[in-house]
């Protein structure tokens, strides 16, 4: 028996793997420094089995093969899209708003060559980056004046950074909310050198709560929507246009960060709670500000709706250049406000909103013809559907449920977590959740055109 020593020793060597008939092969289509990290990664996993264990010495072939299976991990996109069958429409974690057709089409017309994003093509100079979406935006959302920024917190660190000017904002206790992702609305406040004045309770603020705040050091009322959570019972907070004749009197600015920002009338769909942009602009608060890629269905982007001089005065401030949106964001945002220009359009177009407004009838057929694709493959699982209810997501409409339908599974051979994990880590990765004992695939979120994928990954996940 050899001594680790001279196993360690018998390793070969990095050149000598290269000049193996694979790899060689291999290094005509792939660049050869991932070749390269992928041959010193297999040595080290063998060197270390040696160190650790009583492993023998791998010969060059396994070597190789294990290069092959390290090259298939790092030599693809580690960003890739996945099937979303968790029914929530607005997936953080799976990249929120999927976007029209449309939109596509002109961020790509944009960026694939120069563009006027800062030329003013009618006087030959400089333009303005903001000016091309300034008019429509305004027409949508009735607006006077608007700004874009990187995403929503931005635009609220914006606003709070231009506008109070390190004096007091005025903040019900009821809504200071956390967003995920660290967007806390005390911190957020802090960051912006704002001082954060807390007033009421948890449950209930009352205008007189504003009122009797009110001092010759506050700057700025704010209102911010509740988003991911909703008190009930004993409740109470006011209405932004009664906060708007407050701050009026008092001549002071008003802002709403509406979160989410829905540019569409959800009332079909049940919902009465969620105002849209343009009522809250309507109320008269000097800012409002939401989300690209929420309700609205767009790509990520914080903007800014409200009254010239201070959207003037928010946009001479330094944070403005920092948080500049580029052209991939200008380019879809035009795209997508242009398809609100008919909201019936917007409705069918859009895909957040396309999913949030198909009617249970067409759910249930997507869910049967899953059902029945999963069951013609001859799996050897159960297979059912059923009727069950999902959420929006993404801090939006937390308290409205959709009704939809859904196909579920039970393997036999498999357990459901390992079925998950086997989804989860396919090579189309499908994303699915575990409810009663059973492994959920949610038609609201699934297009009729990944059936096929999704049963082709079901059925390589069932192979025990
Ligand atoms: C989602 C949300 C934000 C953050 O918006 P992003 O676009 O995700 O940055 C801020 N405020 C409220 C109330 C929100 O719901």
Avoid at 379 to 403: H, N, Q, W, Y
């Amino acid at each position: 028996m050899k001594n680790k020593q001279s196993l360690l020793r018998d390793l070969p060597s990095v050149d000598r793997i290269l000049k193996s008939e694979t790899i060689r092969e291999k290094l005509e289509t792939c660049p050869k420094s991932f070749v390269l990290k992928a041959a010193r990664m297999a040595i080290d996993q063998f060197r270390c089995g040696i160190i650790e264990g009583d492993s023998p010495c791998p010969d060059t072939d396994e070597i190789v093969s294990t290069v092959m299976e390290i090259l298939q991990g790092i030599s693809g996109y580690n960003l890739k899209p996945v099937i979303n069958a968790t029914g929530v429409v607005i997936h953080t974690n799976l990249g929120r708003a999927p976007l029209p057709k449309a939109v596509l089409e002109n961020v790509s017309r944009i960026a694939e060559g120069y563009s006027n994003l800062e030329y003013d093509l009618g006087q030959g100079r400089r333009g303005k980056r903001y000016a091309h979406i300034k008019e429509l935006i305004n027409d949508i959302t009735g607006a006077e004046d608007c700004l874009v920024v990187n995403n929503n917190a931005a635009a609220v660190m914006l606003c709070l950074s231009a506008v109070s000017g390190g004096k007091e904002v005025i903040v019900s206790r009821g809504e200071l909310v956390e967003i995920g992702g660290a967007f806390r609305i005390p911190d957020v406040m802090l960051q912006s050198g704002a001082i954060l004045k807390e007033v009421g309770t948890t449950n209930k603020t009352h205008l007189f709560d504003y009122e009797n705040t009110i001092n010759e050091n506050t700057g700025l009322i704010l209102k911010v929507h509740q988003s991911n959570y909703r008190i009930s019972g004993f409740t109470g907070d006011v209405p932004v246009d009664r906060l708007v004749s407050l701050a009026g009197k008092h001549d002071l600015p008003s802002m709403y960060d509406l979160g989410s920002g829905c540019l569409i009338d959800l009332r079909p769909l049940g919902i009465n709670s969620e105002p849209t942009v343009r009522d809250v602009v309507k109320s008269g608060v000097d800012l409002t500000t939401f989300s690209g890629d929420k309700l609205l269905g767009g790509p990520q982007a914080g903007i800014i709706a409200g009254k010239p001089e201070i959207i003037g005065k928010i946009e001479k401030h330094p944070l403005t250049r920092v948080l500049r949106v580029d052209k991939f964001t200008l380019s879809a945002l035009e795209a997508v406000f242009m398809i609100y220009a008919d909201m019936d359009k917007a409705r069918k177009e859009i895909p957040v909103l396309r999913m949030l407004f198909t009617s249970e009838e067409a759910l249930k057929i997507r869910a049967r013809r899953l059902a029945s694709a999963l069951k013609k493959a001859g799996l050897r699982a159960d297979i059912r559907t059923g009727r069950a209810r999902t959420k929006a997501g993404g801090g939006s409409l937390p308290e409205c449920e959709f009704v939809t339908w859904t196909v579920s599974v039970l393997p036999e051979d498999i357990s459901i977590n390992t079925l998950e994990e086997r989804l989860r880590k396919a090579d189309s990765p499908v994303i699915g959740r575990i409810q009663n004992e059973r492994f959920i695939l949610d038609a609201m979120t699934i297009k009729t055109s990944q059936i096929n994928s999704i049963v082709n990954a079901v059925k390589r996940s069932l192979v025990d």
